[in-house]
Structure formats: C-alpha cells, structure tokens
C-alpha cells in the first residue's frame, strides 16, 4: 500500500522527528540515504520501519539493501515522490529513509576502551554546527581514533546533517555525550594526557607527543574550549595561522590533530 | 531614510542578487556581517551601497565600521527588520550587509605569482558545495598558500555562503578562476609540481616533498579530481584511511596537504 497523504500518521510521526526535543521524547530518529542506511545496517542500528520511493532512486542496488532490512522483519512502505520529499531532509533525496531507535555506549564500554593500551581519544566541547559535528567524526573514523566524546553537547548527534555530513561514521564509531566534570574525572582516573587546541600558546600542534593515553580536545565554532578545558589541559597546542585569519574551520582543526597522532602513532 | 518596504527597489535588487544569474549578470554580490566586511574594506574591495539594521547589531563597534564605510562615499541605508531579515541569508543576521562589486585577478598577476620563487598553489576543481569552498579557502590563508586557483568551476566563488565559511579569505587571498586546460598550461610554463590527491595510489601525503614549486589539487565531494588531472600530475598521493569510509571531507583533507606543505616549508 502506497503511503499518498501527509496527513498520514505515519508520515506525520516522521516529519515530526526533525525537532530535536521529539526526537529525543520519541527516542528515535531517522537515517536518511543509501549509503547513511547501508552502514547503520552494518552495525546493528536498530531500524524500526523503512520508507521508500522508488522513482527517486538512484539504482544504487536499493533492491538488496530492502531485502536485507525486511530479512530482519523491518515494515517497508512506500511513498509517492510528493511525501516523501516532505519528509527528506535533503535538496536531492535518493528515496531511502529508516526510522531507527536512539542508542548509546554504556559507562562500562566507555570504560573498556580507556582502560586499553594508549588509548587515543577526541573530545568536542559544545560544537554548534551539525554539518561540523558529523565532519569531525567523519575524521575521527578515518584517523582510528578509539572513542569519541561530545561533551556539554548544544547540537544532538541524531540531527539529519550530523548523520549527513558523518557519511555513517555516527553509527561506526564509539561516541560517548556527556557533560565536562564526568569527562575530566574518567580521564584522571585513567590516566590520559588531555591536550587541548587553543590560539593563545607557542606550541604548535606537531611538537607534541601523542603516542601516549592522550585525549585530543577541540571547542566551540566561535568561542572555542571553556576555560574549564584550558586550566585542566596537561599541554596547550595550535595551529601555526599564517595569513589574516585567527582560526581555521573546527573540523579542519580536529582533522589536522588528529592526523598528526596517526602520523606519530602509525608512520614514525 | 528608513527602508521600511520589500518593494523597494533597492531591496528588490539585492534579493535578485541570491541568485548567482542574476549575480553574474549584475557584476555585484553581497557581503554580509561585520567580520566579513571588515576584511572586505581591508583589501578594497569596492563596496557600492551599504545596509543597516540596527536592532540587530551585536555591539561589535559597528559603528566604527560605518563610519570607515561612509569616509569612502559609500551610501548608507538602514531598513526595518523585517525587511533586513529578508534580505540576510543568515539565521541570525547582524545588522550590516553590503552590496560591492565582483572582482577578479589579472592573469599577469597571476603569472607574476606563478614566477616566483617556489610558490605554492592550491587547486580546486569543480568542488560543489559552497561550505566546502569556503572552507578551504581559509585554511588555504591560514596555511599560508600564494595562490588559489578554482577550476571548471560548478559553484561561483561570490556565493554568499562562500564568502561567509571562507570568513573573508576569498577577499584576501587572490583566487583566479578558469578552466582546467588553462591551469596546466600555467603550471608547465613555471615548472610547476603537479599534486594530486586520490584514493587510487600508495602514497601518504606526507611522504613527498612539498619545498619545491608545488600546486595541491583537490577534486569534488563526491568524484574527486578528474582524469584530466590523475594523468597529468607528477605525482599522486591519499590520505590514509583507517576507518569504514573512504574518503574524508575534501576541505579537511585539503587542509592535512596543506598543513604538511607548510610543516615541511616553514618548520623542518
């Protein structure tokens, strides 16, 4: 049964999960995209109900990925080109949206992966742009990094653009949301070295050791780490700015970081 | 004079300049907010008409920059909210938006730049999304590059959403737009290393040497550079990946190519 009408409960439910405080009452939110969907799947994300539209697909091989979420005895529905639109949140849809039900890491599996050998950890404080929130975990996949903590959050990493802009890295990735106190306690007690990207310090963000426990943090678009970050950091580091600018772009930042623990860890 | 009406002409004529047609035909763009056009004025770039709305100014010493804008003939006009509101492209506008000239290098200029001693170039090939462009313009400043050269371009640089991620690099940084067979053709004439990133070779970006005449090439989201330049280069180099994704966000990877250039030039 084709689903024609927004006023359609269903469909009303969905258009309803773009407000962040329904999202969390409902405890779902919804994955939009094949390549977003196809990486949920992979890990086990619960999706709860799949909604189609075929005459927007890009013949990606979307017959399969159905197959495989109605083998997990998920309900398909499909939609006409008008609805769905509505519901996606993208400027080109590709037919494809889930509903999937919230999750989280346990303390105790948090735990686990800090009390392994050197672990490496990125932390963002208050990052406001989902579009930068989803760019930095795309990063942290890509970089190997252990755990990801989103801390005294103002973006909720079920936002559509955090998804989005992550390209599934959300679902692959441990990420722990918390507030400040709790990260700072659960890195003294295990030992990990909290390196935090500041502009006011000499030291540059290559002259740093990171092949030891070491959490990596980056603050706010505008305002950057709390001061809370920058009394308790163990070292202060920055990007060298050589032209008018004073920062780069968050997701930039991380990135460099990041990559410059990888190069210490894996490539010298 | 309050403007106080949509129908203004005047506001008539900025709305049109959201589309880039209309941009291109009209010669001029928008800059909007005080940081932007701060630098805007730094460089002279030629402002025609300036806008106000003083509500919503953020007390960032608009009034200073008003004052610098009005000591250089520039019309002043302040409009209502409403009115203002319909003409930002912000969610939360600050007050000054102001309507200025499209500008472009000379190709002496650029030539000039190009014969240099070891310059540093970035390129970017029909990168689609403004953020990214933008993006990559600041850390190309920030890192200290000499030129940006934009190729077979599919978003124009005077986007208002580039202007705003590049927080005003696009002001400062000469940036030469053209197509591809031009670029190559520049790039040989100076002797000029071709570097192009790719998912499609052994290479880490930071195993080759950066300290001799250098143009980084990037390509789009979701395709990358093009065969044009997978065959053209000298060489070819990836970001490692040790994740689930294949690729990271072009901007962030930009800045890791850009960021060893200038590790390697400025520190090593």
Sequence with gaps: MKITSLQNSKIKDLVKLKDKNKRDKAKRFLIEGYREITKAILV?????????????????????????????????????????????????????????????????????????KNPLILIMEKIEKPGNLGSILRSADASGIDLVIVTDPVTDIFNPNVIRSSIGAIFTKPVFVTENEKVFELLKKHNISIIATTPHTDKIYFEIDYKKPTAILVGAEQYGLSDFWIQKADDLIKIPMMGIADSLNVAAAATLVLYEALRQRKFI
Tied chains: 1, 2.
């Design 44 to 116: 086990d994300v619960e999706i709860e109900t799949l909604f189609i539209c075929e005459e927007l697909f890009l013949k990606d091989n979307e017959n399969s990925l159905i197959e495989k979420i109605k083998s997990k005895n998920v309900e398909v529905f499909e939609t006409t080109q008008d609805v769905f639109k509505k519901v996606s949140y993208r400027d080109r849809p590709d037919g494809l949206i889930a509903l999937a039900k919230q999750f989280e890491i346990k303390l105790d599996d948090v735990e686990k992966i800090l009390s392994k």
